[in-house]
């Protein structure tokens, strides 16, 4: 079992940037890849990045490739996003995802991660 707390998110202009952050409990966090997904209201959670174990991987939807670089620190039970040129229609909740059956695959649906964070709030305004 692990935990996972985002926080980071808040109000950014256009063109600004935020680093969330995702910390988790457990000694086994280097076990897992991880990932990022958001959801806006009256959408569907999507994905947006996903890291392997010891960051050798890493896999980013469309939307935000070449703005949003995920990293970990293992050490620090911790993950990132680090999210540059933000742009409106990035605004949403931002949830974090452990991925207990492989460390080493980036996974992109949901249903592949196993442990969800309570989420945070991203809003970029214009």
């Known amino acids: 079992q692990v935990q996972l707390v985002e926080s980071g998110g808040g109000l950014v202009q256009a063109g600004g940037s935020l680093r969330l952050s995702c910390a988790a409990s457990?000694?086994?966090?280097?076990?897992?890849?991880m990932g990022w997904f958001r959801q806006a209201p009256g959408k569907e959670r999507e994905f947006v990045a996903a890291?392997?174990?010891?960051?050798?991987?890493?896999n980013y939807a469309d939307s935000v490739k070449g703005r949003f670089s995920i990293s970990r620190d293992n050490a620090k039970n911790t993950v990132y996003l680090q999210m540059n040129s933000l742009k409106l229609e990035d605004t949403a909740v931002y949830y974090c995802?452990?991925?207990?059956?492989?460390?080493?695959?980036?996974?992109?649906?949901?249903?592949?991660?196993?442990?969800w964070g309570q989420g945070t709030q991203v809003t970029v305004s214009s």
């Open positions: 995802a452990a991925d207990r059956s492989s460390a080493c695959n980036t996974a992109f649906r949901p249903s592949d991660y196993d442990y």
């Open positions: 457990g000694r086994t966090f280097s076990y897992y890849a």
């Open positions: 890291i392997t174990w010891n960051a050798g991987n890493t």
